[in-house]
């Protein structure tokens, strides 16, 4: 337990009285996620389950482009926001109750945020403008807790005064920019290079801020787990994906008797969730990040395109069961390039980011690489062929279970042996 935990409140004291935000320490042991960030992730389940719901629909209906260009936008605002507050809770979480109501401020913010995100869908699916206004509102909510945050921190750590004043700057004058976009009602043509412009500096407002990944006492196992737990809640969107999916598709007159695509919709959707998990957890991020401390910021944002690979995948599956039921305008090729596009890019983003933090490649990798992009292809070419879709589901389940079996047969000592040279390197 921290030190944190071991607060006793004096008489006339709160129980969870102020504590100096002095940062924490990087090296604390059994250092684990606390009850109130697990709550602040539950936040975030409405905004992925918004985002991913709308993209199927739209996918569905035969708008794929503008389908994943605004689930695009809504994934990139989702994992800035997580991001920004995780990696603050990681060096200066207190849990007092000041920390706990900027906190609260901050999950305001996040359920604001969720309630423009259909919106922002339908304006992308009409085409005339992007509507920004109650998802940039939600924004100043979460900024107003942020930067209230790092004004503490830097009050009451003059060791981390000056990382504390650089972002609550860079937050002011980015967040005064996406309120200027919001609000400005300009063409599209004008606002997607300003969209790009804003979140090019959402990326690198930790290095303008902190000039690299030590300039905050981060926990490396923290941090990991911290990611390790928002990839699950992710994940989920594949369970809600495949009740979607499946839940029409029972027969009978009661919905009581199973069909073959309503099997296959549950065997395909929790398999391939499933799979997808034991991938992302073959790789021990908080051990690598104990030796590779430097490369916080790739494991930090490097994450964006993995976390919209999981949540895409879940929208996938319902896709398909709207196909299945006969509710979507798209061929059975569109039905499943839908699930087999966001599960190519989970994987992919895993293996680059294992080499990366690595720094070492495994052509062992190349082969497994190889093998599930062969799987993902078969699946659109079996639905080409006319094949039926739930067939098509089972063959994309298989893609993660190519690295499964890799990892657990020869993949891990070759891990093993990477650890190991990072550990004699630092050493």
């Known amino acids: 337990m921290s030190d944190f935990d071991h607060r006793e409140p004096g008489r006339g004291r709160l129980a969870h009285s102020r504590v100096p935000m002095t940062g924490r320490d990087p090296g604390e042991r059994e250092r684990v996620s606390t009850p109130l960030e697990l709550l602040f992730d539950l936040t975030f389940v409405v905004a992925v389950g918004t985002a991913a719901s709308r993209f199927a629909e739209m996918v569905a209906e035969g708008h794929a482009g503008q389908a994943v260009t605004a689930f695009v936008l809504a994934m990139f605002a989702i994992s800035v926001a997580w991001i920004s507050y995780s990696w603050f809770a990681s060096a200066f979480g207190t849990d007092d109750w000041l920390y706990r109501v900027l906190t609260m401020i901050t999950m305001i913010g996040v359920v604001v945020f969720s309630l423009g995100i259909p919106a922002m869908f339908h304006s992308v699916e009409e085409g005339d403008h992007l509507e920004l206004r109650v998802i940039v509102l939600g924004y100043v909510v979460m900024r107003v807790g942020m930067v209230l945050q790092w004004w503490r921190a830097a009050k009451e750590s003059p060791e981390y ?134 490369r916080g910021y790739l494991f930090g944002y490097g994450h964006i395109p993995l976390f919209a690979g999981i949540a895409g995948a879940g929208a996938g599956l319902h896709v398909a069961g709207l196909s299945l039921e006969h509710h979507a305008k798209i061929g059975h090729v569109a039905v499943v390039l839908a699930l087999a596009l966001p599960v190519g890019l989970y994987l992919l983003t895993v293996y680059l980011l294992h080499t990366l933090l690595l720094s070492a490649a495994d052509r062992f990798h190349l082969l497994l690489i190889a ?19 739930a067939v098509c589901l089972l063959v994309v389940m298989l893609a993660p279970f190519v690295t499964v079996v890799g990892y657990e047969t020869i993949g891990h000592r070759h891990q093993r042996r990477m650890l190991d040279a990072l550990r004699g390197a630092r050493d």
């Open 161 to 294: 005064r000056r990382v504390g004043m650089a972002n609550i700057r860079w937050i002011v004058v980015i967040q005064l920019g996406w309120v200027a976009l919001a609000f400005s009602h300009l063409s599209l043509a004008v606002v997607f290079p300003c969209f790009v412009l804003l979140g090019a500096m959402e990326l690198v407002l930790p290095v303008l801020a902190q000039g690299r990944a030590g300039g905050t006492p981060w926990h490396p196992h923290h941090v990991a787990e911290r990611y390790s737990l928002f990839a699950i809640i992710t994940l989920g969107e594949g369970v809600v994906g495949t009740v979607a999916s499946s839940g029409d598709l029972l027969g009978g007159a009661d919905g009581t008797e199973w069909t073959w695509n309503a099997v296959a919709v549950v065997v395909a959707g929790v398999g391939l969730t499933f799979g997808m998990w034991w991938v992302y957890f073959s790789t021990p991020f908080g051990d690598i990040l104990v030796h590779r401390r430097q």
């Open 371 to 389: 093998c599930t992009l062969a799987m993902l292809a078969l699946a659109v070419l079996l639905a080409a062929a006319e094949v039926p879709v």
